[in-house]
């Protein structure tokens, strides 16, 4: 996508995995490079200002993949504000037979994003958190609650569509 848009577009980090080569997790010879797999936050380095970047690896109960929360303090160029910005993509496989223990994962996942836009955030900036949380309002044998949305939402975040629980509107 980076590529594709060019010009000012820019990733806050350009490594995909924790390996030597970076490009590809294949003969992985470990290396930390913040990396987050595809979870990546892309930006208009003309507008706004990478001050802070970093990822986080979220519990895994045996999903095939791993899974991250990457985050990023911006500054807007224009008005100097400081803002957090978080993307994830929690577990998307789906209990079988109401087993829990991935419900209960992507429950665990969405509380270690919270924890670490908290940690990173301590002045309380205004925070936004985007991603695929495989979550639904409404009831399955996967899924009894939203827990990802009650997770966020106790934790201070606000839902500018109004997706909760058992809600209808469009």
Same mark, same amino acid.
């Given at each position: 996508l980076r590529n594709a848009l060019g010009g000012p577009w820019t990733l806050t980090n350009a490594h995909r995995n924790n390996c030597v080569r970076s490009k590809s997790p294949s003969?992985?010879?470990?290396? *930390?490079?913040? !990396?987050? *797999?595809g979870d990546r936050i892309l930006y208009d380095a003309t507008r706004?200002?990478? %001050? *802070? !970047?970093?990822?986080? %690896? %979220?519990?895994?109960v045996g999903g095939k993949n791993d899974r991250y929360v990457t985050w990023a303090r911006l500054q807007q160029r224009s008005t100097g504000?400081?803002?957090?910005?978080?993307?994830t993509h929690l577990e998307p496989a789906k209990d079988k037979g109401g087993a829990g223990a991935l419900y209960q994962n992507r429950r665990d996942q969405a509380k270690v994003v919270a924890q670490t836009i908290a940690k990173h955030n301590p002045d309380g900036l205004p925070a936004f958190v985007v991603g695929a949380l495989n979550s639904s309002r409404f009831p399955h044998d996967y899924s009894p609650t939203n827990a990802p949305y009650d997770v966020l939402t106790a934790a201070g975040y606000v839902d500018p569509l109004g997706a909760g629980w058992r809600t209808t509107k469009t």
């Amino acid at each position: 996508l980076r590529n594709a848009l060019g010009g000012p577009w820019t990733l806050t980090n350009a490594h995909r995995n924790n390996c030597v080569r970076s490009k590809s997790p294949s003969s992985c010879e470990y290396k *930390d490079q913040g !990396a987050s *797999d595809g979870d990546r936050i892309l930006y208009d380095a003309t507008r706004v200002t990478m %001050l *802070d !970047a970093g990822s986080k %690896l %979220l519990p895994n109960v045996g999903g095939k993949n791993d899974r991250y929360v990457t985050w990023a303090r911006l500054q807007q160029r224009s008005t100097g504000k400081q803002f957090m910005f978080a993307s994830t993509h929690l577990e998307p496989a789906k209990d079988k037979g109401g087993a829990g223990a991935l419900y209960q994962n992507r429950r665990d996942q969405a509380k270690v994003v919270a924890q670490t836009i908290a940690k990173h955030n301590p002045d309380g900036l205004p925070a936004f958190v985007v991603g695929a949380l495989n979550s639904s309002r409404f009831p399955h044998d996967y899924s009894p609650t939203n827990a990802p949305y009650d997770v966020l939402t106790a934790a201070g975040y606000v839902d500018p569509l109004g997706a909760g629980w058992r809600t209808t509107k469009t």
